[in-house]
């Protein structure tokens, strides 16, 4: 079986500030990884996606993310934060010989102060 | 490359009514999923389709729901004698035929039901 764990429901940083939200994945096989973004109102938006090449991925709007095997680990950083950047963030694993389907992280809900 | 279209976009209905949502897939995408998303939760799998084939229906996908893909383009989810309990939003999303691992899955912007 697999699942993900989004360790913080809730995240908040000031505008300029790193950003780390972390992630924890459970798969008995080599998974694939994704961030989506969702803000409110809005669908999802695919941030990055793992798929066992580099390590290191980076994505779109400055985010990147390192899987770490060891650690069972996916954690999605960025730099500098930007007001923009408020909105639900989902960590998602997925096992491509299941028909690609999607398993959702709980959500964290990043804020961004000025 | 319009992206995934869902209409309606919200929808209220009363309790016991039944409802029908659409969505149009990014064209020549073969895979359509349907999503369940529920406030303060992630979405969940519902079902999807490789062209107008069902290949998978999760256990949330009770004998009131119904999703179809006749011509292996559109899809519709229908919800018979709506409940309380159905209000959240409907996603969908569609994919290319996953040929590599980690396919993009792309998605719609989601229709509201609230159950009155």
């Known amino acids: 079986a697999q699942s993900v764990t989004q360790l913080d429901s809730h995240v908040s940083v000031s505008e300029g500030t790193p950003v780390l939200l972390r992630c924890n994945y459970s798969s008995s096989y080599s998974p694939s990884l994704f961030w989506y973004v969702q803000h409110p109102n809005k669908g999802l938006q695919l941030l990055l996606k793992?798929?066992?090449?580099?390590?290191l991925v980076k994505g779109i709007n400055g985010f990147e993310a390192e899987f770490k095997k060891s650690e069972t680990s996916f954690h999605l950083t960025k730099p500098s934060a930007h007001m923009s950047d408020a909105a639900e963030y989902f960590c998602v694993v997925s096992r491509y010989n299941q028909g690609g389907k999607l398993i959702f992280g709980q959500g964290t809900e990043l804020s961004v102060k000025p | 490359d319009t992206g995934v279209s869902q209409n309606p976009r919200h929808k209220i209905t009363k309790r016991g009514q039944n409802v029908t949502f659409r969505c149009d897939p990014i064209s020549e995408h073969n895979r359509l999923y349907w999503y369940r998303q529920t406030l303060g939760q992630g979405p969940e799998f519902l079902t999807y389709?490789?062209?107008?084939?069902?290949?998978?229906k999760s256990r949330l996908l009770s004998d009131r729901f119904s999703a179809e893909r006749p011509k292996g383009s559109f899809s519709t989810l229908e919800i018979q004698r709506t409940e309380q309990g159905d209000s959240a939003m409907y996603l969908c999303a569609s994919s290319p035929r996953q040929e590599t691992r980690g396919n993009t899955i792309y998605f719609g912007e989601g229709s509201w039901l609230t159950v009155v």
């Open positions: 793992y798929t066992s090449a580099a390590t």
């Open positions: 389709f490789q062209n107008e084939a069902q290949l998978e």
